[in-house]
């Protein structure tokens, strides 16, 4: 063979070489990525059970102790005059964006957005109209966006009312 073949087969085996190492390379980059993923993935379901579990707790303990108020006969925890006093949270885009969740769970079709109720001297007053929103029937996300007052202290105050009509 000529010495041109010999470079040409030298050439050739060197390219193979490369080319076989960066495969087994890869080969072995994209297992360690899928083995990564597995055991994040794997966190992430033992995170749900532990949440979901946390949560059924809570849920259960709420029942009872909702249960307990009812038996003992006592009044809700929070007294109107201390309504007015309790701080707002800021607007939140997190919380604005769960209004359409609550709506979904509830099984309610939401209203169309209204204007955002002018905030009155330093807040006061919010409360009182949240009160009296829920009263009209009007939904939790839909008071709770427009008073520009946290969806789970709206949600608490429908509990509150609906607490105060069993009784």
Request: contains cysteine; charged residues 30%.
């Amino acid at each position: 063979m000529s010495e041109n073949t010999w470079g040409l087969i030298l050439v050739d085996a060197i390219f193979l070489a490369l080319a076989g190492s960066v495969t087994l390379w890869f080969r072995a980059w994209l297992r360690s990525q899928r083995e990564d993923l597995d055991r994040v993935l794997g966190d992430l379901a033992d995170q749900r059970q532990e949440l979901t579990r946390i949560a059924s707790r809570i849920e259960r303990l709420c029942a009872l102790q909702e249960a307990r108020l009812e038996t003992a006969g006592e009044a809700p925890p929070v007294a109107p005059a201390a309504r007015a006093s309790i701080p707002s949270p800021e607007r939140h885009p997190i919380r604005e964006a769960a209004v359409p969740t609550v709506a979904r769970r509830t099984g309610t079709v939401p209203e169309p957005p209204s204007e955002p109720e002018p905030a009155r001297a330093a807040g006061e007053g919010r409360y009182d109209r949240a009160w009296e929103l829920l009263a009209q029937g009007q939904q939790p996300g839909e008071v709770a966006r427009r008073l520009r007052l946290g969806v789970a202290e709206v949600e608490l105050m429908v509990r509150m009312l609906r607490y105060q009509q069993r009784r």
